[in-house]
């Protein structure tokens, strides 16, 4: 059964902080991995996906990057501000139909 | 327009009940899940579809029932609720031609069973 592990759970930073979140998984014959930003009660907001294939995904302040060898994805948000506050789901895909989630880590970013 | 479209989005129902849940989609794409998430849990898949034929069993299906009307309808059935479903259920799709799988998500239904 694949695990993905998203630490840590929650994470508290001021705003204009740079900071990583990260993602392990324990199979890395994954096809995709995709990083998602959930606000409470809210359905999932795409942010960036990685094919396999690839190493890294950038959208504006939002950098992405995989290393398949090491079961490991992070996702590092530079210049943090309090619109950031939601929750990050990573979630990696397997035989092109399989996804797997994280538990997701909760970023708050203080004003 | 949502892209993703789920109803209801919230409802509460009893014990022993029957309850549908339905998706539709505008996107094109034929591949259909649903999910659920519980607090602290993440997401785990009930059933994908990969066509109106086409539909699989996912991780945690006991309990629930599929129906694949259209490419763009995917309903999920509890056919006899109990309160350990009560769970915030998604449905999503992807397509081999749109970004290599990407998931695109519906905003949710909040179910709780009493």
């Known amino acids: 059964k694949q695990e993905v592990t998203q630490i840590p759970a929650a994470l508290s930073v001021p705003e204009g902080e740079n900071l990583v979140l990260n993602c392990s998984f324990t199979?890395?014959?994954?096809?995709?991995l995709q990083w998602f930003r959930q606000d409470p009660g809210k359905g999932l907001t795409s942010l960036l996906l990685?094919?396999?294939?690839?190493r890294e995904q950038t959208s504006g302040r939002l950098n992405a990057s995989l290393d398949k060898s090491s079961g490991r994805s992070t996702l590092y948000i530079a210049a943090s501000q309090p619109g950031d506050s939601a929750t990050y789901l990573c979630?990696?895909?397997?035989?092109?139909?399989?996804?797997?989630f994280g538990s997701g880590t909760k970023l708050n970013v203080k004003p | 327009d949502a892209d993703v479209t789920q109803t209801p989005r919230n409802r509460i129902t009893k014990t022993g009940k029957r309850i549908m849940l339905e998706c539709s989609q505008t996107?094109?794409?034929?591949?259909m899940y649903w999910y659920r998430q519980d607090p602290g849990l993440g997401l785990r898949l009930i059933y994908y579809?990969?066509?109106?034929?086409?539909?699989n069993k996912g991780e945690i299906s006991d309990g629930y029932s599929v129906s694949r009307q259209a490419q763009a309808k995917f309903s999920l059935s509890l056919e006899s609720a109990i309160p350990n479903q009560t769970a915030l259920y998604f449905c999503?799709?992807?397509?081999?031609?749109?970004?290599?799988?990407?998931?695109?998500f519906g905003p949710g239904t909040r179910l709780t069973v009493t």
């Open positions: 999503a799709t992807s397509d081999p031609g749109d970004s290599a799988y990407e998931q695109y």
């Open positions: 199979d890395s014959a994954i096809y995709n």
């Open positions: 990685i094919q396999s294939s690839q």
């Open positions: 979630a990696v895909g397997y035989n092109f139909n399989k996804f797997y």
């Open positions: 996107k094109g794409h034929d591949r």
């Open positions: 579809s990969f066509d109106v034929k086409d539909i």
